[in-house]
């Protein structure tokens, strides 16, 4: 294919999983237009994730939220503003890989000659696209997974054996910072590492806080780690709670930027955690996953990868320490014998 664009807006406004599970496309789309500046536009914590990944050359940071549901007129105004500076960018090959009709809006008006969307049956504006060949329409999204969605996307642009799994590298300033702290609690050498994500999105797909103490309890007692409790915006009323039902040698760390709680997980045996966007930067720094999902949890969203544990139940609530002890064990002593193995 002849197509050379030299000047590419991706647009992926996905929730914090969402645009890790991007990362697979984003690399692609690196690679098939090795010399073109590429852009994402993206909500902020979404831009932390592209930026760490080294895949684009820039990021516009978008809320959102902010652009849909603030005062009609602050929000026509934020947008105008947003309008502006996209054009202003001169953009000349436009990619939505997550597709809703406001951003194939913002694609159309961003000038671009060339506009390619993900075709979403009743979300998508698929008329304001015009790349030919037209990609697959999306069907059965909780089947398809969200990695292999996301790069069908750009089979009309001859992509094909993409490398599916998301990939993240830690930065040295991120390493240093984590290693500070780990020093400070005594932490940095010789024991391994548990990280526990205690939030999620919804409280009905978290499990029970003094179910994740006394799993910390267990692993501390029985395995002799050191429990990190990763706590976000979200979560930090839980930090109290935390403090005074774990082990008193528990870590928390609950100030920490994105790059930063990547540097983090990617220094843990296991990384016990719901349904979160945190859950996938861990697969994606290559920490295995114990993964605790209800029944409404589609599978087009698990991570990707033969190393983490998976556990379903009808309802959260529904999951034991028991089974979940079980499972951190497992990962634990497969990590214990690799490394005897290498050494």
Do not use: C
């Not at 902010?66 to 990619?95: C, T, Y």
């Not at 060339?114 to 990609?135: C, G, V």
């Not at 990695?147 to 069908?152: A, E, F, M, S, V």
């Not at 094909?160 to 780990?182: C, S, Y």
């Amino acid at each position: 294919m002849s197509f050379d664009p030299r000047n590419i807006l991706v647009i992926d406004f996905g929730q914090l999983g969402d645009v890790v599970l991007s990362l697979p496309a984003l690399h692609a789309i690196r690679v098939r237009f090795p010399k073109a500046a590429i852009r994402v536009a993206v909500g902020k914590p979404g831009a932390e994730v592209v930026e760490l990944s080294g895949y684009t050359d820039s990021t516009l940071v978008v809320d959102r939220v902010a652009l849909r549901d603030g005062p009609k007129l602050v929000s026509l105004a934020r947008i105008a503003k947003l309008v502006k500076e996209v054009r202003r960018s001169q953009f000349d090959f436009v990619i939505d890989l997550h597709s809703l009709s406001e951003t194939n809006l913002l694609g159309f008006l961003s000038g671009a000659s060339k506009r390619l969307y993900a075709r979403r049956p009743k979300r998508s504006l698929d008329f304001l696209s015009n790349f030919q060949p037209r990609p697959p329409v999306e069907v059965d999204h909780r089947q398809r997974h969200l990695i292999d969605r996301y790069l069908d996307v750009l089979i009309p642009l001859g992509v094909k054996d993409a490398d599916r799994l998301p990939h993240l590298k830690t930065r040295a300033r991120d390493d240093a910072a984590i290693e500070k702290i780990l020093k400070r609690a005594q932490a940095d050498v010789g024991t391994p590492l548990v990280g526990l994500f205690p939030g999620a999105g919804h409280p009905s797909r978290r499990w029970p806080l003094d179910r994740f103490a006394e799993l910390a309890d267990f692993l501390v007692r029985n395995d002799h780690v050191r429990v990190l409790v990763f706590l976000g915006p979200e979560e930090r009323g839980f930090a109290q709670d935390v403090r005074r039902r774990f082990p008193p040698t528990t870590i928390v760390l609950d100030r920490l930027s994105i790059p930063e709680v990547a540097a983090a997980q990617a220094r843990l045996a296991v990384f016990v955690s719901n349904d979160t966007g945190p859950m996938h930067i861990a697969s994606a720094v290559g920490t295995p996953v114990v993964l605790l999902l209800d029944k409404r949890a589609p599978q087009s969203y698990l991570p990707q990868g033969d190393r983490h544990q998976i556990i379903y139940r009808s309802a959260i609530d529904e999951v034991t320490v028991d089974e979940v002890y079980i499972a951190a064990r497992t990962v634990l002593a497969s990590n214990r014998s690799a490394t005897l193995f290498a050494s």
